[in-house]
């Protein structure tokens, strides 16, 4: 049940493009698809962004979307806007029914 | 519209005891596995449990096994999480959260648990 590794932080300017990184392992991301991704505003819960590693619920931008290869899973933020500056977390399914968080992405709009 | 609310949090003294609730409404809760999940202060999330849609089955992170324990009362749509043996590392906003295809596709509001010595 270790965390899910993520960079601190990312950044980029309005309009341009931002890949948040997920390194896991064989016992998580990369033993099953069961990959989400977790948008949180300061003060408030997380809102479900990407399941099922690309798969995106119903309201939520197409400029967000999900991949993975091997152990890393990726969430790609494009067009960026001023409100997507958040905190970004994933998750992975890790066998027996649990599942493990990573540490966090802060994410600032230049 | 699906709605969780949760309530229960508070200050406890350390090695004390707590019970989280979690009221739902808007969809079929009898038919969703649900989790707890809690994020520490200026801190990240971390999955605490996971339940089975009926009940039967029980799941939690090694640090708050024997210590916590997470049910259901599907008649009254609701979840629970009693908390003993409390410690400072418990203290934390805890979220209740439905989950769907191995996701939490809807959260609470969170209720926060202060452990003080």
């Known amino acids: 049940q270790s965390a899910l590794t993520q960079p601190p932080s990312a950044s980029g300017s309005p309009g341009q493009s931002v890949t948040i990184s997920c390194t896991g392992s064989s016992s998580d991301i990369g033993g099953y698809d069961h990959v989400s991704w977790y948008q949180q505003h300061p003060g408030k819960a997380p809102k479900l962004m990407i399941y099922e590693v690309t798969k995106r619920p119903s309201g939520v931008p197409d400029r967000f979307s999900g991949s993975k290869s091997g152990n890393t899973a990726s969430l790609t933020v494009s067009g960026l806007q001023a409100e997507d500056e958040a905190d970004y977390y994933c998750?992975?399914?890790?066998?027996?029914?649990?599942?493990?968080f990573g540490g966090g992405t802060k994410l600032t709009v230049l | 519209e699906v709605q969780l609310v949760e309530s229960g949090g508070g200050l406890v003294q350390r090695e004390g005891s707590l019970r989280l609730s979690c009221a739902v409404s808007?969809?079929?809760?009898?038919?969703?596995?649900m989790t707890w999940v809690r994020q520490a202060p200026g801190k990240g999330l971390e999955w605490v449990a996971a339940i089975k849609a009926d009940g039967s089955e029980k799941y939690y992170v090694d640090s708050v096994k024997g210590r916590f324990t997470i049910s259901r009362d599907n008649a009254k749509n609701s979840l629970y999480l009693q908390m003993n043996s409390l410690r400072d590392e418990d203290t934390a906003v805890y979220y209740c959260?439905?989950?769907?295809?191995?996701?939490?596709?809807?959260w609470g509001q969170g209720t926060l648990v202060t452990v003080s010595s």
């Open positions: 959260a439905r989950l769907s295809y191995w996701a939490n596709d809807n």
């Open positions: 998750s992975s399914y890790a066998g027996s029914n649990t599942w493990v």
């Open positions: 808007g969809f079929t809760f009898s038919s969703y596995w």
